[in-house]
């Protein structure tokens, strides 16, 4: 079997580019030679604990789960629609933004694990100060996200003067995938 190479790579690319016809012997000689690479070809999982040789059995996924609120922001549960989390995942921290900025009071932000708030030590959460357009979370006090966990964001309070208006809310999550 002939084995794929760049002069291999080149030929196939003219082909295509001058719109040229692919012999089907030629195709069969093509399809032969990637076969055979793709068996040569293997991964071996060696390392990970920091070896910087990486690991085959998981892979990193970093997922944000993203909630807006359009208008003028008022006080309340379930601000805009839930999110299902479409698997196991691990929150590490809430941003957030504002296009019209609080005044009189800051703005302050909960997010609900299934009716249950992820900050139960409520200083974590996120707040965005007087004249201000964004702040993030510290990390919160329960991160576990089964499958199928719902995920709501709430406004706990607004500004005094000006409220506050056009939230975007993004849950930064990792899961593991094994």
Do not use: W
């Amino acid at each position: 079997m002939a084995k794929v190479n760049s002069a291999a790579i080149a030929a196939l690319k003219a082909l295509f580019e001058t719109g040229d016809t692919l012999l089907q012997s030629s195709f069969e000689e093509i399809m032969d030679a990637i076969a055979e690479a793709a068996q040569d070809h293997t991964h071996d999982a060696s390392g990970g604990s920091g070896s910087g040789t990486g690991d085959a059995s998981s892979v990193v996924i970093h997922k944000t789960l993203v909630f807006c609120i359009p208008g003028t922001l008022e006080v309340g549960s379930a601000k805009a629609p839930s999110i299902i989390a479409d698997a196991a995942m691990t929150i590490d921290k809430v941003y957030v933004y504002v296009r019209t900025a609080p005044t009189g009071a800051a703005l302050i932000f909960d997010i609900d694990k299934n009716g249950t708030t992820i900050f139960t030590d409520q200083g974590k959460r996120p707040e965005i100060a007087i004249d201000g357009y964004t702040d993030e979370s510290d990390t919160p006090d329960v991160t576990a996200l089964a499958k199928n966990d719902r995920v709501d964001i709430n406004v706990d309070q607004i500004g005094s003067s000006v409220a506050g208006a056009d939230c975007s809310v993004f849950v930064r999550c990792t899961q593991i995938n094994v």
